[in-house]
């Protein structure tokens, strides 16, 4: 079964500063994965998705991920945080049982704090 | 176009009763999940329908159902409603079922507290 694990579930950066948040993936198969967002009181916002391809993923507000075969990593990152972006984060994989399917598997979660 | 929308947003049942809610996806979406998120369990997977089946399902009681009918909306049910069933639910839409890596889109949620 596809698992997802989320290190450090605060992290805090001052603005302007580099944001990584550190998602590691469990597939047997070779993985979709995704990042999203969730702003208080609001639900999920996509910020970027690996399918197939390029390993470099760039998403929206100025977030990328790299996928890493190797390392069973999905690290996402941002040159210089904004305020805006103090959030709560999720990475997840795709699980797909019978080979189709929209299931996702989400880690804990981290949230974002960004100090002025 | 519209994103996912869910009704109602918030709402307060007592221990026993049953509640349903309501999702419509994403116009042309033909997928619709359903996922549970609490501050202890996290975000889990409840059930996927698609053209009104039931395709996958997780690991929750059978007091957890749903449907999805012609025009695509789904609705979910909780009935004997307990304290632990308090958190909040998203509805998602995609627009297949066929392809594992689709965009999945969440609609705001359905905020249940239970007393």
């Known amino acids: 079964a596809q698992s997802v694990t989320q290190l450090g579930s605060h992290v805090s950066v001052s603005e302007g500063a580099l944001v990584l948040l550190r998602c590691n993936y469990s597939?047997?198969?070779?993985?979709?994965l995704f990042w999203y967002v969730q702003y208080p009181n609001q639900g999920l916002q996509l910020l970027l998705k690996?399918?197939?391809?390029?390993?470099l993923v760039k998403g929206i507000n100025g977030f990328e991920a790299e996928f890493k075969k190797s390392e069973t990593s999905f690290h996402l990152t941002k040159p210089s945080a904004h305020m805006s972006d103090a959030a709560e984060y999720f990475c997840?994989?795709?699980?797909?049982?019978?080979?189709?399917?929209?299931?996702?598997?989400f880690g804990a979660g981290t949230i974002l704090r960004v100090k002025s | 176009k519209a994103g996912v929308t869910q009704t109602p947003r918030y709402l307060i049942k007592t221990r026993g009763q049953q509640v349903t809610l309501s999702c419509s996806p994403i116009?042309?979406?033909?997928?619709v999940s359903w996922y549970q998120q609490t501050p202890g369990q996290g975000l889990q997977f409840l059930f996927e329908?698609?053209?009104?089946?039931?395709?996958n399902k997780g690991n929750f009681p059978g007091r957890f159902s749903g449907r999805q009918f012609s025009n695509s909306r789904s609705e979910m049910n909780v009935s004997t409603l307990e304290l632990g069933d308090s958190a909040l639910y998203l509805c998602?839409?995609?627009?297949?079922?066929?392809?594992?890596?689709?965009?999945?889109?969440f609609g705001e949620g359905s905020w249940l507290t239970v007393v």
């Open positions: 690996y399918t197939t391809g390029a390993t």
């Open positions: 997840a994989v795709s699980d797909f049982p019978g080979g189709y399917g929209n299931k996702l598997v």
């Open positions: 329908y698609f053209s009104e089946t039931q395709r």
């Open positions: 998602a839409s995609s627009l297949s079922q066929g392809l594992p890596g689709n965009t999945i889109y």
């Open positions: 597939s047997s198969v070779p993985p979709y």
């Open positions: 116009s042309g979406h033909r997928s």
